[in-house]
């Protein structure tokens, strides 16, 4: 698979795209609590800057994929670091957030 050149993984122990949601929202803020980690996917699709905070094991499956590991080893990578990975979703949300130009296959 082939990144987006404005995909990025960003990974923090606070919340994150909570922050970022609350911050770029018309209104008065709210209180947020800042306890739990979140990672994001970051994209520039059609010029516009999206934030997508990413599921348990995301960061990990997309990290692997963005350095070129197969499909199969970065989803053995997310499912070592979070069991509860949920492989057809992170494809979707990779897919819809057009986070690759070209996705090749190879050839066993």
């Known amino acids: 698979m082939k990144p987006h050149p404005a995909t990025r993984v960003i990974r923090s122990r606070f919340s994150a795209v909570t922050i970022f949601t609350a911050n770029r ?3 008065p803020g709210s209180h947020i609590e800042v306890v739990e980690p ?3 996917l970051v994209t520039r699709p059609a010029l516009e800057v999206e934030v997508r905070q990413l ?3 995301g960061a990990i499956f997309l990290s692997h994929l963005i350095t070129g590991e197969s499909l199969g080893a970065a989803a053995s990578a997310a499912f070592s670091d979070s069991p509860s990975f949920d492989l057809p979703a992170n494809i979707c949300g990779l897919l819809e957030a057009s986070a690759f130009t070209t996705v090749l296959c190879r050839e066993s």
């Open 25 to 27: 929202a018309d209104g």
């Open 55 to 57: 599921p348990p094991g």
């Open 38 to 40: 979140e990672d994001a």
